[in-house]
């Protein structure tokens, strides 16, 4: 499963972005989903998940009420929608794919993703 994240970029504080998430797998709503992120010296960290199927989802408390993780298994996509960004949400963005169909539980630990997507940048500016 090849994956590829875009929708990276520079925006002010308070601004919004909606990442996207493209995978190459020819059954993609047989994976759980997840957004990590890594900013500069610093390790990478969780930020959300969804299952397969968009019914069950986890975020981390600094996304919790900012942050949406969405899918549309039509498109083999994944969304990040990020609003009311932070000068703190700088960082690079990641997403991940692990085979899966849990109705109420979606992994949150990196260790736990087997394909990784080389990520989008994203610079708040406060």
């Known amino acids: 499963v090849q994956l590829q994240a875009s929708g990276g970029g520079l925006v002010q504080a308070g601004g919004s972005l909606r990442l996207s998430c493209v995978a190459s797998?020819?059954?993609?709503?047989?994976?759980?989903m997840g957004w990590f992120r890594q900013a500069p010296d610093k390790e990478r960290e969780f930020v959300a998940a969804i299952n397969w199927f968009g019914s069950f989802k986890r975020y981390s408390d600094s996304a919790e009420g900012r942050l949406t993780i969405s899918r549309d298994n039509a498109k083999n996509t994944v969304y990040l929608q990020m609003n009311s960004l932070k000068p703190e949400d700088t960082a690079v963005y990641h997403c991940a794919a692990v085979a899966g169909l849990h109705s109420a539980y979606v992994p949150t630990a990196g260790s736990e993703y087997t394909y990784w997507g080389r990520g989008t940048q994203v610079t708040v500016s406060s």
């Open positions: 797998a020819r059954t993609f709503s047989n994976y759980d």
